[in-house]
C-alpha cells in the first residue's frame, strides 16, 4: 500500500489527497474475521482446492467455535482436526486424507469406523461441488449432473442425501442440491486494497465459491497495490469481496505455489501424535490452543 488510502473500518477508504477516493473491502485481522463471520449455524466454505487454510480453521478452534457446517473441497488434515476438536456440526468434503504417508487422518478414521452420525458428512467429488457451487450462484435450487453408477455416490449415499433425481420434460436425471455459504473464505496470493485478488493456483472452485457466498473474505499472503494485481491477473475481483486478512504463511504447514513448501515434518509429527484420541487432544492443547504465533516461520520454496 502506498499510505494514500485510510482504513476507517467501516468498509471505505478516505482520499488522503495524492490519489482517489474507492470503495473498498473491509481489512480486518484474522481473529476479527472469524469473529465476525463464523458462529453456530454458520455454513461455512474453508478455503479453496488444494489450499488447507490451516490459518483459518485453527483460530475458530482457539475462539472456541461450535456447530459449524464446513464445506471444503480439499478436506485433507485440516478437516481431520476440525472434527476432532469438536467444531463441525456437519462436513461436505471432497476427501480427508494426509497427503504425507502413509498415514490416515485418524480423527476422521475414527468417526467413520465407530460409525459417528455426529457430525454428519456428506462425501462429494469435486465436479458434483462444483455443480452445487453453480448452482448456488445461480441462484436456482440444483444442477444435473452426469450419473455415477456403480459409485458409492449413488449406490451408498456418500453425499448424504445430497443428490436427488428429478423429472422433466426432457427427461429424468441426477441432480445435485445448491451450494450457498453463508461466508466464504478463500486463500489468494495477492490482494489489493479494492479487495481484487491473485491466485497463481491451483484456481479450483474458487471463483464459484466467491460467487455462491453470502460473504466473502478472501485471506491473502501479500498485499499489493492494484497495478500489480491487475497485471498478475484477478481471479476474484473486489465487487464479490467483503473483506479481506493479510496472512503470511496462511495454508502452512500446507504450501502454496511460489512462496513456500509443504512441512513434510510437521504432517509426520501430526500423523504420530493424533493416531490415538489422547495424543490429539496434547498436539491440539499445545500447537493451536495456546500458540498464537504471528508469522509462521516457512520453509523455503524447493527451486
Do not use: K
Not at 17 to 39: D, I
Not at 48 to 69: K, Y
Not at 86 to 103: D, E, I, K, Q
Not at 192 to 198: A, E, K, L, T, Y
Amino acid at each position: 500500500m502506498t499510505g494514500t488510502d485510510t482504513d476507517t473500518g467501516t468498509g471505505t477508504s478516505t482520499d488522503t489527497g495524492t490519489g482517489t477516493s474507492a470503495l473498498t473491502a473491509r481489512r480486518l485481522t484474522l481473529p476479527e474475521a472469524v469473529r465476525a463471520h463464523v458462529h453456530p449455524g454458520t455454513r461455512l466454505y474453508l478455503g479453496n482446492f488444494g489450499a488447507q487454510l490451516f490459518s483459518v480453521g485453527h483460530e475458530m478452534i482457539r475462539q472456541g467455535v461450535h456447530d459449524v457446517d464446513a464445506v471444503i473441497a480439499s478436506g485433507g488434515l485440516l478437516l481431520d482436526q476440525l472434527l476432532g476438536a469438536g467444531t463441525l456440526r456437519s462436513a461436505a468434503f471432497g476427501h480427508c486424507w494426509s497427503p504425507v504417508g502413509p498415514a490416515p487422518a485418524w480423527n476422521f478414521r475414527r468417526a467413520a469406523q465407530a460409525g459417528a452420525r455426529t457430525p454428519r458428512l456428506h462425501e462429494l467429488s469435486l465436479g458434483l461441488l462444483s455443480a452445487a457451487l453453480t448452482a448456488g450462484a445461480h441462484g436456482v435450487p440444483f444442477m444435473p449432473v452426469a450419473d455415477l453408477p456403480g459409485t458409492g455416490f449413488v449406490d451408498e449415499d456418500w453425499t448424504g442425501g445430497l443428490l436427488a433425481t428429478v423429472d422433466s420434460p426432457f427427461g429424468s436425471t441426477r441432480v445435485v442440491r445448491a451450494e450457498r455459504p453463508d461466508v466464504a473464505f478463500l486463500h489468494v496470493d495477492l490482494v489489493d486494497p479494492d479487495g481484487n485478488g491473485h491466485l497463481r493456483g491451483p484456481l479450483g472452485e474458487m471463483l464459484l465459491a466467491a460467487q455462491a457466498a453470502t460473504t466473502v473474505v478472501l485471506v491473502a499472503e501479500e498485499i499489493a497495490e492494484p497495478a500489480a494485481v491487475r497485471a498478475a491477473g484477478v481471479h476474484v475481483p473486489g465487487v464479490l469481496v467483503d473483506a479481506y486478512v493479510h496472512r503470511p504463511g496462511a495454508v502452512a504447514p500446507d504450501g502454496t505455489v511460489g512462496r513456500y513448501d509443504r512441512d513434510v515434518a510437521a504432517y509426520e509429527r501430526y500423523a504420530e501424535r493424533s493416531r490415538t484420541a489422547e495424543g490429539f487432544q496434547r498436539w491440539l492443547d499445545q500447537e493451536v490452543r495456546t500458540a498464537r504465533p504471528a508469522d509462521p516461520a516457512l520453509p523455503e520454496v524447493t527451486p
